[in-house]
């Protein structure tokens, strides 16, 4: 088991550093780099000046060179400009400095300065990260519990009109995109229009004090969404272990059903939903980007819409690694897991 986790976990650290060094060159292309430069300069800046300002700044010193200094594996540049400033990447944002060649990357936790927030990158992130943290957290305990619920017992007795219908409110959950059942929510329960205005607290207030006003409606709306997925391939795992020759051994001992179900039968069948609820992690981190802009809740997912928007390439790079890890780590959870419920992995 140990050698099992150690190759995971060595795998899993060089597809980062690959992922990692993909986004760095396409974030740092110079289309990229000219729009920062006059974003931060002037937009009536010439060729020259571009290059001038990318050059001071350590940008043309070559792409292996630059994702080194970022990573932190390598010291940060000191360059002299033709303006007679010296200046390092190790400085504080626009600071003038004697001599900073040292290493001050990624690895000793410096993520850069956000050119749209004005604020280190490294606060940015933990803070947005937290909130959406708390979105996640929410919506896992409402999406799990019930999409194993339903589930379960639609795979107990397959084909029964409970059964067909579970699917088919699984199906529509999850044909139904997030933007689509947020809109109707947003329609239907806070708009005078309609007239139910059961929520009168927006998302944005929640980002303080969540209350069932102000937050329930976008933990609902991403609830929905992957409730459907988990809850077939629950159906479907339920349904197929039920067929199994030990579970109709079970039932010719005269045991009774419930404990067929909770002692035989569950565990297997919550082999293939545990991959899936894992994979759901990443997918809320990255995938409520559209939640939180309809919502107006400033977390991860919003964070990375103004990155890319306002070409913040420090603020979009520190987004990309979080989720590249988090990505991983749950993948590593889940090959973990899938080994603990799966004693025949286990021994081989």
């Known amino acids: 088991m140990g050698m099992f ?26 289309p990229n780099l000219e729009k920062l430069a006059k ?54 944002h626009g600071a003038v400095l004697e001599n900073s060649a040292k290493y001050c990357g990624v690895i000793q936790g410096h993520w850069g300065f ?31 519990p019930s999409a194993l619920i339903l589930g379960i017992m639609a795979g107990m007795r397959e084909g029964s009109q409970l059964d067909r219908t579970l699917s088919t409110g699984a199906i529509v959950t999850t044909a139904t995109p997030e933007y689509v059942s947020g809109v109707i929510f947003i329609a239907v329960f806070t708009s005078s229009a309609v007239g139910l205005k059961w929520f009168k607290g927006s998302a944005t207030s929640a980002m303080d004090h969540a ?29 197929e272990v039920m067929t199994a020759q030990y579970i109709r051994t079970a039932r010719l001992k005269g045991v009774s059903f419930a404990n067929i179900v909770l002692k035989h039968a569950l565990r297997n069948a919550l082999i293939a939903p545990f991959t899936v609820i894992m994979l759901q992690i990443p997918w809320l981190l990255n995938g409520v980007v559209i939640v939180e802009v309809l919502f107006n809740f400033k977390g991860f997912g919003w964070v990375l819409v103004q990155a890319a928007s306002n070409n913040d390439i420090d603020l979009l790079l520190a987004v990309s690694v979080v989720g590249v890890v988090v990505v991983l780590l749950t993948q590593l959870i889940s090959d973990i897991g899938y080994v603990f419920l799966n004693p025949r992995i286990r021994i081989s």
């Open 211 to 239: 209350t069932l006003e102000n937050f329930l409606l976008p933990v609902i709306t991403i609830s929905l969404y992957g409730m459907g997925y988990i809850a077939r391939m629950t159906r479907a795992s339920m349904a």
């Open 114 to 144: 956000s050119s749209r927030f004005k604020e280190p990158v490294s606060q940015i992130v933990i803070t947005r990260l937290a909130l959406t943290g708390k979105l996640m957290f929410w919506v896992l305990m409402v999406m799990i």
């Open 5 to 30: 986790i150690l190759r995971r976990t060595g795998v899993m650290l060089l597809t980062a550093i690959c992922l990692t060094f993909i986004v760095f060159i396409m974030t740092n292309l110079y």
């Open 39 to 92: 974003n931060e300069g002037n937009f009536r800046m010439s060729d020259a000046e571009v290059a001038s300002y990318l050059g001071n700044r350590g940008y043309t010193q070559g792409k292996l060179q630059n994702y080194g200094e970022w990573l932190g594996i390598l010291p940060g540049y000191v360059i002299k400009g033709i303006d007679g400033k010296t200046r390092g990447r190790c400085s504080n």
